[in-house]
């Protein structure tokens, strides 16, 4: 792909333009050739017609790389499905979490976003006890204790599942985004069929170390990174990418849920799935799909039990 390009190729962007717009997240060609114009705007302050003729100019400068519907259907055909372990969870899925993309599931504290990510971690090497998972652990809160239960609930033999996953604290979010950048070559090298990656927390790490800097920007540029990281690993390994995200209270909302996840666009966009996890009645979690490309939004109940997701009675 040519993404050799600086931004001020771009005609009608000067080095101030260009400074805004990667300061926002947008520093790459393909970046802008997939914004909105109204993204464009915001980020750069440039005018709307502006913002038009940079997408354009971007989407003919990369081939965007048309493949025939015959090959789109043969890439499908190799995404795996890993089951939650509810049939509603699973249903509202489709199957299952799938390979080969992102999926973010954001929630507030205690939705069981951690919970998930070790149920799959199991429920993935119940599909194939060769698959391998990577889990960059940011709070700490992975559990080789629960694994071993949830594994021994599975049938399997929880010292293999262990064996099977490769843990990595990450310290603050350059640690985080470079061991995002080491799954390639940890799979490659070592022949691991890594079909799970998971990001617990995705955000708490760019939250935490870009508070009150005033450098938003910062952040989702790094954020943006990151993300791209993600999503080729997703593609490449055709492993899926589980990443959690934390909400805030969205003080401008009088309607609905008054919370939004971390991140903003650049982890919406980035993200297949999104899921969102809350509690429901008598200690259940809802889960409902948000903006899924092919799965009308829906929502489906849960418990989270000793032995993992189970539907409700
Ligand atoms: P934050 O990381 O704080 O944002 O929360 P989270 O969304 O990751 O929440 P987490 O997955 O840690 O969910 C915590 C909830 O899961 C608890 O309130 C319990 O209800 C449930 N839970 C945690 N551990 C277990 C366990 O070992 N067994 C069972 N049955 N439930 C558990
Ligand atoms: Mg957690």
Known sequence: MTDEFALTDIPGVGAATAEKLAA???????????????????????SESAARKMINFSRDKLEMGFESGEEVLKKR?????????STAFDTLLNGGFETGSI??????????????????TVN??????????????TENTFRPERIIELAKAAGLDPEQVLKHIMV?????????MLLAEKVEDLAVKQGLKVKLVVVDSLTAHFRAEFI???????????????MHTLMKLADKLNACVLVTNQVMAK?????????????????AHASTFRIYLRKGKKGSRVAKLIDSPNLPEGEAAFMVTTGGLKDLK
């Open 24 to 46: 926002a997240g947008y520093s790459t060609l393909m970046s802008i050739a997939v914004a909105t114009p109204a993204e464009l705007v915001e980020a750069a302050g440039v």
């Open 77 to 85: 055909a190799r995404v795996e499905k890993i089951p939650t372990g």
């Open 103 to 120: 999926s973010e599931v954001f929630g507030e504290f205690g939705s069981g976003k951690t919970q998930l990510a070790h149920i799959l």
């Open 124 to 137: 993935v090497q119940k599909m194939d006890p060769e698959n391998y998972v990577v889990y960059i652990d």
């Open 168 to 176: 990595a604290r990450a310290y603050n979010s350059d640690h985080q």
């Open 212 to 226: 009150g800097r005033g450098t938003l920007a910062d952040r989702q540029q790094k954020l943006n990174k990151h």
């Open 251 to 267: 003080p401008d909302t009088f309607f609905g849920d008054p919370t939004q996840a971390i991140g903003g666009h650049i982890v």
